[in-house]
């Protein structure tokens, strides 16, 4: 899995997978961020969560300016940004970059877990 820092652009599928839980603080396990079209007019792609207990919730709708010239969010812009849209919820400062990694929408398969457990409350 790349890192955030060595591509150029993520496009519509990829998972960005940020080191820590924006929700849930320093020390907690990573979550997953899925790439999507929100089909919005005057904006940018959009990041909905894809693991843990908030998965389905959209995290950001990011503006038309990260577009980036294959039509995904451009990584440039991206990491230029990343304190202002990637910030814990409820410590003070933003989730740290390095650790950031990015799983093409290419290099992945989805697993069925037979016994999964429910959610929780």
């Known amino acids: 899995m790349p890192a955030l820092q060595d591509i ?8 960005l997978r940020l080191p820590r839980n924006y929700d849930l ?10 790439v999507y079209d929100a089909n919005r007019d005057g904006s940018g792609l959009g990041l909905m969560v894809a693991s843990g207990y908030k998965s389905g919730l959209v995290f950001a709708l990011l503006p038309l300016e990260s577009r980036g010239t294959g039509g995904g969010i451009d990584a440039r812009w991206l990491r230029a940004n990343w304190d202002r849209w990637f910030t814990y919820s409820y410590h003070p400062g933003p989730i740290p970059i390095q650790g950031a990694r990015v799983l093409g929408w290419d290099q992945r398969t989805l697993t ?3 016994h999964a457990h429910s959610r929780p409350a």
């Not at 150029?8 to 998972?15: P, Q, V, W, Y």
Request: hydrophobic share 40%; proline share 10%; charged share 35%.
């Open 112 to 114: 069925e877990i037979e």
């Open 25 to 34: 603080g320093p020390d907690s396990d990573p979550v997953d961020l899925l």
């Open 8 to 15: 150029a652009e993520l496009t519509l599928g990829d998972i």
